[in-house]
């Protein structure tokens, strides 16, 4: 720690390398004029500190180069301040709303079928392995199953088809239903903001990060130890608008205690890949992380958050209930049988 005093006041640097990924306030020189010092502010997520050199994200989602050698002042901070009376944006709708997440979680592989888009992500997740069916393929509906069932045969993959009402085309579920594909329900869940972010108190132990390093991807269980599969996956969520990673870690525990995934899209922020440590569920851990993210996405100008839970996930429910997420509405999957 150092010490700077500037006039008759005392300001101190109480940040270090190890506080990567924390929400900080730094004071640094700018320059002089007439033998006084000028002086910047910058409050932002401290991203990297490597020879000598801090940077800082701000609100706007700048990169701040700062010199270690200009520092005079240094902190951790909270969240920023929302207020909890902030409205949500105006729901968009099912339509709208899957496609704000695809983008969010872009596939590694896509092809439109008209206007639906076939995805590919070498069967990482159904949402990056599953043709999107918002409006009309252009062609009558048994040939484009035939087409679809075809295209994710030639990769290796099962064929599922998400079916959102309203989007889907009239018709297209009960023609699924005579193929004898199976069907799995996701709900679709929102929440102002502003109400998330407020559940955050305090500068928190959560780190945040543009990567999801090596000790993230552990702590992750979607991927498995398929190489192609990982490679998928690191393609998938590193790809999006404005995607953040959250990690969590407490004293006396190796690894991440709790992790989570952020993709900002305009007024909209998705939520995913919250995990926590079996032994460490029920402490918070995905209350605080949540709530780090939805100020950071906040920071960036969104008003919304959405997450996607399987509809017989009630422990998540819960969670997602507590803190205030509604049902926005439904899809399914449909796998067809090869």
Not at 263 to 292: H, I, K, N, T, Y
């Amino acid at each position: 720690m150092a010490d700077n005093t500037i006039g008759h006041g005392r300001l101190e640097i109480h940040i270090t390398p190890s506080d990567l990924g924390r929400r900080i306030s730094v004071r640094r020189i700018l320059g002089s004029t007439e033998g006084r010092p000028l002086f910047g502010d910058v409050i932002g997520v401290l991203t990297s500190w490597d020879n000598g050199t801090l940077t800082v994200l701000d609100r706007a989602g700048g990169s701040v180069e700062i010199a270690e050698s200009a520092l005079v002042a240094g902190k951790a901070v909270p969240p920023a301040p929302i207020r909890r009376s902030a409205p949500a944006p105006e729901d968009p709708g099912p339509v709208a709303l899957q496609r704000i997440a695809a983008r969010g979680w872009p596939a590694v592989e896509s092809e439109p079928l008209g206007e639906w888009v076939l995805r590919a992500s070498s069967g990482f997740t159904r949402r990056g392995n599953s043709v999107q069916t918002l409006g009309d393929p252009g062609m009558p509906l048994d040939d484009a199953l035939d087409l679809v069932r075809a295209w994710y045969a030639r990769r290796g993959l099962a064929a599922h088809i998400e079916l959102t009402t309203p989007g889907s085309p009239e018709g297209l579920a009960k023609l699924l239903a005579e193929r004898g594909a199976t069907e799995a329900e996701t709900l679709v869940r929102t929440a102002p903001l502003a109400v998330l972010a407020a559940t955050g108190t305090g500068p928190s132990q959560v780190r945040l990060s543009r990567r999801a390093d090596a000790a993230w991807m552990s702590r992750y269980q979607r991927v498995g130890g398929d190489p192609a599969r990982e490679r998928a996956a690191q393609q998938v969520i590193h790809g999006g608008p404005s995607v953040w990673f959250a990690t969590l870690s407490v004293p006396g525990h190796d690894g991440p205690a709790a992790i989570g995934r952020c993709v900002v899209d305009g007024e909209w922020a998705g939520l995913g890949a919250v995990e926590v440590v079996p032994e460490l569920r029920r402490r918070g851990l995905a209350s605080e992380l949540m709530a780090v993210l939805a100020s950071r996405a906040a920071e960036e100008g969104a008003r919304g958050a959405y997450l996607q839970v399987e509809a017989g996930n009630t422990r998540a429910a819960a969670l997602y209930d507590k803190l205030g997420f509604s049902t926005s509405y439904r899809y399914r999957y449909a796998r067809l049988e090869s």
